[in-house]
């Protein structure tokens, strides 16, 4: 990856691979937000 880029086009790449492959809106919702630290386990 370069450095010093912001990579937040790979949010959105999963969905993308998906809908491209099966024609389908991908339907799904996570339960933790990355923008919001709800994750507290995952960051300590």
Do not use: I
């Not at 993308?16 to 994750?39: C, I, L, Q, R």
């Amino acid at each position: 990856m370069p450095k010093d880029n912001e990579f937040e086009d790979l949010l959105t790449l999963a969905t993308e691979a998906f809908e491209e492959k099966t024609n389908e809106a991908w339907d799904y919702v996570p339960s933790k937000d990355y923008e919001t630290f709800s994750n507290e386990r995952g960051w300590s």
